[in-house]
């Protein structure tokens, strides 16, 4: 397993919202290619309403992950769930190690229609950070597909 931080974690629950919040000023001082710092984590739930949150100030400065940083980062899967993300504004500046990227906000796929719908609606993302290498510096970053 590699080593993750989260400023919000959502792992399960009916019906989770997750708003007003800011978060801000996190760190990790993760080495390697495998960590990664998460502003807000919805990996479960079967409805998850995120709105009006500010993530910023997120820095993971030795990290050599090709994407280190998620601002928002959905990696859910369960079964009929629906993550709703409305109304958020990413900030991400800085830069990390060797082939470092991030992504305000990062996406799993799945293949399956009738597993975690996404509806992103009026979401701001400013991605400010410095990609080296290999990494790649994005507002929306979909795992494949």
Avoid at 71 to 76: L, V, Y
Wanted: glycine letters at 14%; proline letters at 1%.
């Amino acid at each position: 397993m590699s080593p993750s931080v989260s400023g919000i974690l959502i792992s399960g629950g009916t019906l989770v919202s997750v708003y007003k919040n800011k978060i801000y000023d996190i760190s990790s001082l993760c080495t390697g290619a495998t960590g990664v710092l998460n502003g807000i984590l919805l990996s479960g739930g079967t409805t998850n309403n995120v709105y009006n949150n500010l993530i910023g100030g997120l820095t993971a400065t030795a990290s050599t992950n090709s994407d280190a940083i998620r601002g928002i980062s959905i990696t859910s899967t369960t079964t009929t769930s629906t993550n709703k993300v409305y109304n958020n504004t990413v900030y991400l500046s800085g830069s990390g190690g060797t082939n470092f990227g991030s992504s305000g906000i990062y996406h799993a796929a799945n293949a399956t229609t009738t597993t975690a719908a996404l509806d992103l609606q009026n979401n701001m993302i400013f991605n400010m950070c410095t990609p080296s290498g290999t990494g790649i510096v994005t507002a929306y970053r979909r795992s494949s597909g």
